[in-house]
């Protein structure tokens, strides 16, 4: 990320949200509504009381004894201070678990909450407990293999998983991709974009008590879901998007169902904001709740829509495009505070941006091949197998065996739905990766949980949560 808080380039692309007032006049002071932030609570040992009871999840958040010029590389190097000086005794302070089975953790996640009353002193995120080794996984799959895996890491935005690890695999490989296989990626990814966005504002609705947006944001995303039927034959987990293009063309009438999409969405968001912008219920909840400044995004490697809601511009689309993506024309929307409410504006004003991108994409679809004519990594045609039997052999040993890559070590990063998603692959010239690690960005917003939720109330903790969006399966992998 950058080294300050706002990246000077692009700012053109970068309006400024302007949360909606609770009042008719409009004289509603943001500021005055938020809460304290910028003090955490930090570097101190669990009371002896706690640490007794039992084992699990009673261990020290930070221990006193981390080199201070360590805390200050991990940005931890804060006030360790109460905003308001404690009334109750150590004894009359109490430990609550929140999850891992709560339904508003998103996901087998538990919080370790200290309380001291309503207002949570202390927060502490306990992983692990859908940790599935892909990473482990990925070193006995060939990379052709590999999609399968990766979609499944991130399973709201499994496209652009996809993206990310065959635009690792095609740096070892050095393949140029056609035109018309760059902008499908594009498409795809954009349209899951949209479709992760929708699944969040529907839980997101439900959890701080809009229960209709459960089932408007879940109606609208049925649209984007059947075109990916129809385009990769699943719904979700497609495996569509291969080292050296993608697995099929578009089908004939895609245009049209992407002209339904406009239709349904469109109006969809519409209707979103509706319900919500002006609703002094949602105001009251999302209005200076679980406040992240840029300074603590950047420390915590916090990326996508919940730094942008900070003010932090920066957008991996902009700074390094991929995929030609930097042909089309959009916005980056940043916020002003970094609250709940914030990051509710910026994904809606996400989406409304990548259906431009797609509706860029619609109408100048280049012709040509969907994949490379690299023959060491794309299969012959169909009609070729049945002609010759060179061919088949060819097909049959690049699914079995797979393509070799070229020893060498690679990062390649894209903007998912939840910020920087990168793949860290390691090749030593085999048909298999040596090793595989994933930067995803559910494990860092995850980690700066504490930071936007001490000194919060308990019911913050539902929005705060929900407004960040982290998918478990992107943190446990």
């Known amino acids: 990320m950058s080294d300050t808080p706002n990246n000077t380039e692009g700012d053109a692309q970068a309006p400024m949200l302007e949360p909606?007032?609770?009042?008719?006049?409009?004289?509603?002071?943001?500021?005055?509504?938020?809460?304290?932030?910028?003090?955490?609570?930090?570097?101190?040992?669990?009371p002896d009381w706690i640490a007794n009871a039992t084992d699990e999840?009673?261990?020290?958040?930070?221990?006193?004894?981390?080199?201070?010029?360590?805390?200050?590389?991990?940005?931890?190097?804060?006030?360790?201070?109460?905003?308001?000086?404690?009334t109750i005794t150590e004894d009359e302070r109490q430990i609550l678990n929140m999850?891992?089975?709560?339904?508003?953790?998103?996901?087998?996640?538990?919080?370790?909450?200290?309380?001291?009353?309503?207002?949570?002193?202390r927060v502490k995120p306990i992983i692990g407990y859908l940790h599935t080794g892909m990473e482990k996984t990925a070193e006995n799959l060939t990379y052709m293999q590999g999609g399968t895996n990766v979609t499944r890491m991130d399973y709201l935005s499994p496209l652009n998983n996809e993206l990310c690890y065959s635009l690792a695999?095609?740096?070892?490989?050095?393949?140029?991709?056609?035109?018309r296989a760059q902008a499908i990626r594009i498409l795809m990814t954009e349209l899951n974009r949209v479709a992760s966005?929708?699944?969040?504002?529907?839980?997101?609705?439900?959890?701080?008590?809009a229960l209709s947006m459960m089932i408007y944001g879940f109606r609208d995303r049925e649209a984007i879901l059947a075109f990916f039927e129809k385009v990769t034959g699943l719904r979700m987990n497609h495996n569509y998007i291969r080292p050296g293009g993608v697995a099929a063309d578009l089908p004939e009438g895609w245009e049209e169902d992407i002209d339904g999409i406009f239709d349904i969405v469109?109006?969809?968001?519409?209707?979103?904001?509706?319900?919500?912008?002006?609703?002094?219920?949602?105001?009251?909840?999302?209005?200076?709740?679980?406040?992240?400044?840029?300074?603590?995004?950047q420390a915590y490697g916090v990326t996508g829509p919940a730094a942008r809601a900070s003010g932090v511009n920066f957008d991996l689309r902009k700074a390094f495009p991929y995929s030609g993506i930097e042909q089309y024309e959009f916005d980056v929307p940043l916020g002003k505070h970094g609250d709940t409410l914030d990051r509710y504006l910026v994904r809606m004003e996400e989406m409304r941006q990548s259906l431009r991108i797609v509706q860029q994409v619609l109408e100048t679809m280049p012709p040509g091949d969907y994949r490379t004519d690299d023959r060491k990594v794309t299969p012959p045609p169909r009609k070729r197998i049945d002609e010759s039997m060179e061919a088949l052999i060819h097909h049959f040993k690049l699914f079995t065996e797979g393509f070799k890559?070229?020893?060498g070590e690679v990062y390649q990063a894209v903007e998912s739905p939840r910020g920087e998603l990168g793949?860290?692959?390691?090749?030593?010239?085999?048909?298999?990766?040596?090793?595989?690690?994933?930067?995803?960005?559910s494990f860092a917003i995850v980690q700066a949980l504490p930071v936007m939720l001490t000194d919060q109330i308990v019911p913050d903790v539902i929005a705060t949560l929900a407004s960040l969006d982290p998918v478990l399966g992107d943190v446990d992998r």
């Open 405 to 407: 890559a070229p020893a």
């Open 57 to 86: 999840g009673a261990q020290e958040l930070l221990p006193r004894d981390i080199d201070p010029a360590l805390q200050i590389q991990r940005g931890i190097a804060v006030d360790d201070d109460f905003i308001d000086q404690p």
């Open 423 to 441: 793949m860290h692959l390691v090749s030593k010239g085999g048909s298999k990766p040596w090793r595989l690690h994933a930067r995803t960005p």
């Open 169 to 179: 695999v095609e740096q070892l490989l050095g393949v140029e991709i056609p035109p």
């Open 197 to 209: 966005h929708l699944i969040w504002v529907a839980t997101f609705g439900m959890d701080i008590g």
């Open 266 to 297: 469109g109006s969809g968001l519409d209707d979103y904001e509706d319900l919500l912008n002006r609703n002094p219920i949602f105001l009251d909840r999302t209005r200076g709740v679980g406040v992240l400044t840029p300074e603590e995004a």
């Open 99 to 121: 999850g891992p089975q709560h339904p508003a953790t998103h996901g087998v996640l538990r919080l370790h909450l200290e309380l001291d009353g309503e207002t949570i002193r």
């Open 20 to 46: 909606p007032t609770g009042s008719a006049d409009g004289s509603l002071d943001a500021d005055e509504r938020r809460r304290a932030h910028d003090i955490w609570v930090a570097g101190t040992e669990e």
